[in-house]
């Protein structure tokens, strides 16, 4: 017994169009290296204040078991 699903042709088209149009979400993947300078600018960061820095060290590092280094990936499991 052979089961065949039909799909009306107009559903086919718009599937095709969802997918070309989804795969084109991927073409902009991370920051160019000429963008890093604006960003890295002060004004372009999250937190500015030096207690709210110093809270989130204290959160980070009691959770990880790490301390400091927030700029590098890895974990207080030893693993890079």
């Known amino acids: 017994m052979k089961i065949t699903l039909k799909i009306p042709t107009a559903t086919r088209y718009y ?8 795969s084109g979400g991927c073409a902009n993947l991370g920051v ?3 963008q890093r300078a604006t960003l890295s600018q002060p004004e ?3 937190l ?3 207690m709210d820095l110093a ?5 980070y590092f ?10 590098f990936a ?3 499991c030893g693993c890079n």
């Open 74 to 76: 890895g974990g207080g």
């Open 15 to 22: 599937l095709l169009l969802l997918a070309c149009i989804s």
């Open 44 to 46: 372009m960061q999250f």
């Open 32 to 34: 160019e290296v000429w």
């Open 55 to 59: 809270l989130d060290d204290h959160f």
């Open 48 to 50: 500015e204040d030096d």
């Open 62 to 71: 009691s959770k990880e078991g790490t301390s400091g280094g927030r700029g």
